[in-house]
């Protein structure tokens, strides 16, 4: 116990920076208490795939030496998971991939450049759906992760590992990524704040792809305050993603404050969908009414009548820009490559048969088909002129409202093994998440209650490059409730 | 929209995905039965709508012509399955 009265694995970043700060703890002390953790939990939610413990010591260490000379950042020698889709330089990056099972990159991503720019603590690399595609975790070609809250739930997906490693309290907090709800779902599932941000707010250099136009990088942590500081290091311009964009960067903790007096929230309609659970529903009401006390105008039954249309588009959109980023594995550069072929085309089509595992498989698949001659009209021009519509929907609900507020997913956490077999339920999870990536607005998902003990995610959308109004909602509310703070028992 | 056994094996091959044939059947039916929901879209009128590839409304993005620096070869070729001189090697591609 320390003078926060947490265990120090329990802490926030907010928490531990001011221990740290005032030389009430050291990295090293902090580090070891989560390794510790790890070690002691690990085995059962299976969150991790590479635990670099002795690396992870030495930065630690690294740490203390610059906190000692009066040097400190909000990150410095604060551990951190990182999913494995993002490049660690001389760290394996495995995309939870047999294909990738012994890739090593040569250079760390943009944003792991910038936490180690504040001396952050790497722990390792997080387990996830094989190339960020499902959203149980399943689809990982080692193993499932499990849901700290029950062990038989999937902790959702893609970024299943990083959100039950936080829920479980094996790192400080971790980075995700979210292309169709990787981050929010999941986060919703396993009671934790997960933000994606606007697109191009955040550089996806160093992220392995999966749909360019659609893919963002944000962070998995324990509480609204943490995720803002975690915004403040990552977004900003970087000249090796172009579509990343130059608007200066906020500082995200000065709006985090507790009143909503004067904004005007949006209820849509049809993100309480049919067949949604009716407790889930519930909590979602009651938070609504929270909202409403701490001041903000309410506004029931706003309309955004495309949302019906977006799984399908999206479920052309992704898969064809998967399919095209997903060639680059032809068993030639990197990764696993099947010798025994009779020429080079049979080489490249053997690697990708025994590399790739059946969902990213029947991804290409579809993808290729949306893209492949007499079709493309049909399918992949028509989605993307959905797309159109769907984006002008949430423009024009901007005009009127500084935010919308859902659920994160119609259900809480399903168990393992239930959806495998029908990817279209699988799908649907997704539902609620996927047409904010669509119209590339930024969203975040924070724990509002529980179902049954299992948690229960209120996911809060505002316009294009306005997190500040996405942490203002998220932290009065978070200040108002104590959900965040409720942990769960391993 | 049924997708036949031909049908799925040539998509693999545009796509150079090899293909069990246990592998064939089963994408013939789950690919019939997602594009069958996809059909929802073409009850849409989008005429006259134009399409959006991208949502950060940006234009096209230069940069100097100017090299910097890059990779080192030894960097590059680290995780090379095959390599031979400096190079990636393949099977030989002509006769």
């Not at chain 1, 003078?3 to 740290?20: P, S, V």
């Not at chain 1, 390794?35 to 992870?56: F, G, P």
Request: charged letters at 20%.
């Amino acid at each position: 116990m320390n003078r926060i009265g947490n265990k120090l694995y329990q802490l926030t970043i907010h928490d531990a920076h001011e221990l740290l700060k005032h030389r009430d703890i050291s990295s090293v002390e902090l580090t070891k208490s989560v390794l510790q953790h790890i070690a002691n939990v690990e085995q059962k939610t299976r969150a991790c795939i590479t635990i670099t413990k002795d690396a992870a010591l030495r930065k630690a260490e690294e740490a203390d030496n610059l906190i000692r000379t009066g040097n400190i950042n909000p990150l410095t020698g604060i551990p951190v998971l990182i999913k494995d889709v993002i490049c660690t330089k001389g760290i394996r990056t495995t995309c939870a991939s047999k294909i990738l099972q012994n890739f090593v990159p040569p250079y760390d991503a943009t944003v792991v450049e910038k936490l180690k720019a504040q001396k952050a603590v790497v722990l390792g690399k997080t387990n996830m759906d094989e190339f960020a595609m499902g959203s149980s975790t399943e689809n990982s070609a080692f193993f499932p992760t499990h849901n700290p809250w029950d062990l038989s739930c999937v902790p959702g997906g893609s970024s299943g590992g990083s959100t039950a490693a936080i829920a479980a309290d094996e790192a400080t907090y971790a980075l995700g990524s979210d292309t169709g709800g990787s981050i929010r779902q999941p986060a919703g599932f396993c009671g934790v704040t997960g933000l994606k941000p606007t697109y191009g707010r955040v550089s996806r250099y160093g992220l392995i792809a999966f749909a360019s136009s659609l893919d963002q990088i944000g962070p998995i942590t324990k509480d609204v305050t943490d995720s803002a500081i975690i915004l403040n290091t990552i977004a900003g311009y970087d000249t090796k993603d172009s579509t990343s964009v130059p608007y200066p960067v906020p500082d995200y903790t000065s709006y985090l404050t507790s009143k909503l007096k004067g904004l005007r929230l949006g209820i849509p309609q049809e993100y309480f969908v049919e067949g949604m659970n009716q407790e889930v529903k519930t909590v979602l009401e009651t938070a609504i009414n929270t909202l409403e006390q701490l001041g903000a105008e309410i506004h029931w039954g706003v309309s955004l009548p495309h949302t019906k249309h977006a799984l399908a588009a999206y479920y052309i959109l992704a898969p064809a820009e998967a399919s095209a980023n997903l060639s680059r594995y032809d068993g030639v550069k990197y990764g696993f490559s099947e010798q025994n072929a009779d020429n080079v085309i049979d080489m490249t089509r053997k690697t990708r048969q025994f590399g790739f595992g059946p969902e990213v498989k029947r991804r290409i698949m579809l993808g290729t088909y949306a893209l492949s001659a007499g079709y493309y009209d049909a399918y992949y021009l028509k989605a993307q002129k959905v797309r159109t519509l769907i984006k002008q929907e949430f423009d024009e609900a901007f005009q009127q409202y500084d935010a919308l507020i859902t659920p994160t997913s119609p259900t809480t956490a399903f168990k393992l093994g239930e959806k495998t077999d029908d990817p279209i339920q699988m799908y649907l999870s997704d539902v609620c998440t996927l047409p904010i990536n669509i119209a590339g607005v930024p969203a975040i998902s924070i724990p509002a209650g529980f179902v049954n003990n299992l948690p229960v995610g209120m996911q809060i959308i505002s316009k294009h490059f306005n997190e500040e109004t996405i942490f203002h909602i998220a932290y009065a509310y978070e200040q108002a409730t104590d959900w965040h703070q409720i942990k769960a028992t391993l | 929209m049924k997708l036949s056994h031909k049908q799925v094996k040539h998509i693999a091959w545009l796509a150079r995905l090899g293909l069990d044939e246990s592998e064939v059947d089963k994408f013939s039916y789950q690919l019939s039965n997602i594009l069958k929901n996809f059909e929802v879209l073409q009850q849409l009128d989008t005429s006259g709508v134009l399409p959006t590839t991208q949502s950060a409304s940006l234009s096209n993005v230069f940069r100097e012509d100017k090299a910097s620096e890059s990779l080192s070869k030894t960097d590059v070729l680290l995780n090379a399955p095959r390599q031979k001189e400096d190079c990636f090697e393949v099977q030989a591609i002509l006769e």
